[in-house]
């Protein structure tokens, strides 16, 4: 442990901060995946062609990345705990008009107002979690916090695919109303910022932070933007047509595409605890961040591009296994992005620092459905656009693997900074 990182004692409320961080991931991920799985009745019940429908997805990314940096910098000196609380509770607001039964505007104007709550959360979650353990100590809660996300999808997708044929997609609407305000309040009882929030500084010293460019213009943080780009390229076009796909392109029924449609989620989930633990097992026994988390992340946006490509063009049996891999592996990609910013951006930079970079990445949102919804207008259209996705992969792994090394970026930081870091 660096001499500058504060001792502090073990504590389960480090854990349960974990616990229910990962459960605000797991409903954002609800939010996000519930008018992909409720898309054919909410097609047919307010009339919406492929282009409409294709603006409604694009739409909840119009704001998202926006959001993430003014409410990433904003932040950057308060109490993210209690930002999480006021971003959860907007979650639930704008599920209303849709339980409501409103029409398509309500539901374009829903979807913006989400997506500029949900930009922020992600890199507020994530650093109030690095709030409560050393950075030795990350990967495992890492990977615990961003299973949230994964598992949002694998208990989302068949429960509400169940509500939405059952008892209508309002009903659905409603229930994600009543699990964000239900979290807001575990949260305002249960959870708080961390001992680690903020670099240790000696009683009496002044440290100038590190300009904001100096992390902007290294090919750490200039990798991980890339990467997480075409990551969530993939995993917006999952959300938004992978059940429409598994039913319309291969013959599955509906409710059965939703729960199927799940599949690349709980893959996911497996790959982040192993990768997790594994993580950790290489960065305690004294292994750099770059072979750590770098390179292994890099093979999984590789494999996963090559499975995206080859999928439209194989049997049912086979695709689903193509589907698993290419849609699971860049979720798992995620948590070794945060990782990798944590190692090099100490903590009173760190919370605008992946706020900035999520926003970039996530503008992808934006681009990847209107790209789709476009494909789909022509003929093999799902095999296009699909195979579009998967050459973004394969070129973000090979730029990410060049760019991306935070120890070379650390002896590059002024000296000013180097404590800091150490201490994060």
Known sequence: MPASEPLVPRSGRAWTVTALVLLFLL?????????????????????????????????FYFLFSVSGVVVGFAAAKRRTSRVMVVLALIWGLTALPMAAGLGFGALVASRIALGAAEGPAVPAATHTVYGWFP????????????????????????LLSWIIADFGYRTAFGVL????????AAWLLFANDGPY????????????PVPYRVFFRSGTVLGAILTGFVAFWATTTALGF??????????????????????????????ILVMGAVSTRFRRGGAGSRRAYCLPGMALLAISGAAMILFPHTEKVTAIVLITIAFGLPSAFYPMVWLLIGELVPPERRLAVT????????SAGVFAPLAMGG?????????????????????GAVAGAVLINPERDQRRLPARSLESVSAA
């Open 135 to 158: 950075t030795r100590d990350r990967a495992l809660p890492n990977a615990l916090v961003h299973i949230g996300p994964t598992l949002g999808v694998v208990a989302s997708a068949p």
């Open 242 to 271: 992978l059940p429409r796909y598994l039913s319309a392109g291969l013959g599955i029924g509906h409710q059965q595409a939703g729960t199927l449609s799940a599949l690349p989620s709980l893959f996911a989930t497996v790959v």
């Open 375 to 395: 494909f789909l207008t022509a003929e093999n259209g799902y095999a296009a656009g699909f195979g579009v996705c998967g050459a973004l992969l394969l070129a």
């Open 27 to 59: 409903i954002n991920y609800a939010d996000k995946t519930v008018v992909g799985l409720a898309a054919e009745p909410i097609m047919n019940d307010l009339g919406l062609g492929e282009q409409q429908y294709a603006f409604v997805q694009s739409g």
């Open 177 to 184: 109303f009543a699990l964000s305000v239900l979290w807001a």
């Open 355 to 362: 706020a900035a970079t999520t926003a970039v990445a996530t």
């Open 197 to 208: 929030a903020t670099s240790a500084t000696p009683a009496g010293v002044s440290r100038e």
